[in-house]
């Protein structure tokens, strides 16, 4: 197999310029570089990742923490995560805490093991001792899709939650409902709790009271969502509108509607937070709400860049907007194709890319 000093003769360059190359540890003039590049290629030269990481402390690699990847949106999370670290040259290394706290901490010390130069991770309901652990090791990390309340130690990037929540209800009371139900995610994850403010907050605009009654928890699940679902049915005065908190919530409440034979918008209007490529398949299409996932994905790599960059930079949390996509299934008609985009109200650090970005 051919070597650097291969490499630099067909260059015309020394050992050292080949590694700077490689390792980007000193700027190399772009006529060189190229020379370089052109003699790696004819040569079929494939670096030594493993004697690189020795050089340069770093193993170009990201280590990635989410739950339930075979949830679509946290399938489309991790195909924006895998384009932008394969763009800036980095290998993946993915696992599933299954939202379960002493895993979570578990699956994330064997990535650090493994000595990824960072970590993107989706945290628990309890993250305590998982973010205890990063800090203490200070692991350069980005919290992403859940945040964490106070002043954030970690960069984090998720969606914004209230205000398209609020959106669904003020819509669904526009069309006359008046008692509107929730099926709200697990409790302790912010995406719950934003959610089921911005629900509060729908109501309040809407003119109508918050009634405990018409919330049940279907904690972020198929089957937990099915028995929610059931429960609101089951009130004396049911819920004539839902809103699912998740695209998995949502599967379970159309469930629990075939399974009592009623139909929706006829029987129900439904409106759910996320939208997943087979959403329009349905009849009655849905109307929901669609994160930004492949680009939350990619963002949390650009954040994670920037922080290896700046490692001493102040910790930031960028939101990403939502689109309303207004389908049938609230009990509109069908409507044209369009849908609307909602810009967070609140100011958040746009970070400085670093040179990797």
């Not at 291969?6 to 006529?31: E, K, M, Q, Y």
């Not at 394969?86 to 939202?99: F, M, N, T, V, W």
């Not at 970690?154 to 003020?170: I, K, R, Y």
Request: glycine share 8%.
């Amino acid at each position: 197999m051919p070597t650097m000093a291969d490499v630099a003769r067909s260059a015309g360059v020394s050992v050292a310029t080949v590694s700077h190359v490689l390792n980007g540890t000193r700027p190399v003039l772009p006529h060189t570089r190229q020379a370089v590049l052109d003699a790696m290629d004819e040569l079929g030269y494939t670096p030594n990742t493993l004697a690189r990481s020795l050089v340069t402390s770093r193993t170009r690699s990201i280590g990635l923490a989410v739950s339930a990847i075979s949830n679509p949106y946290f399938t489309e999370i991790l195909q924006g995560v895998e384009a932008e670290t394969l763009r800036h040259g980095y290998s993946l290394l993915i696992a599933d805490p299954h939202d379960d706290p002493a895993h979570e901490r578990k699956v994330v010390q064997l990535l650090h093991e493994r000595r990824v130069d960072g970590m993107i991770v989706a945290p628990s309901a309890e993250p305590g001792e998982l973010l205890a652990y990063l800090d203490r090791h200070r692991v350069p990390t980005v919290l992403l899709d859940r945040v964490v309340e106070g002043p954030p130690h970690f960069d984090q990037v998720c969606a914004e939650n209230t205000g398209p929540t609020s959106l669904l209800v003020t819509h669904l009371a526009g069309l006359g409902h008046r008692r509107i139900g929730l099926v709200a995610g697990l409790p302790g994850l912010s995406t719950s709790g934003e959610r089921l403010a911005g629900y509060r907050s729908g109501l309040t605009a809407a003119g109508l009271s918050y009634d405990e009654q018409l919330v049940a928890y279907g904690d972020s699940a198929s089957a937990g969502a099915e028995r929610a679902t059931a429960a609101l049915l089951s009130l004396a005065d049911p819920p004539t509108a839902l809103v699912t908190a998740n695209n998995a919530m949502t599967i379970g409440a159309l469930r629990a509607l075939r399974d009592r034979g009623l139909s929706v918008p006829g029987d129900l209007a439904l409106c759910c937070f996320d939208d997943f490529a087979w959403a329009d398949l349905f009849s009655p299409r849905l109307t929901a709400i669609a994160q930004p996932s492949k680009e939350l994905g990619a963002e949390a790599v650009r954040v994670l860049l920037a922080r290896l960059a700046a490692p001493d930079r102040p910790a930031g949390t960028v939101r990403l907007p939502c689109t309303f996509v207004h389908r049938s299934s609230c009990g509109c008609a069908e409507p044209p194709a369009r849908s609307t985009q909602f810009e967070t109200s609140e100011k958040f650090e746009k970070f400085e890319k670093g040179p990797d970005s």
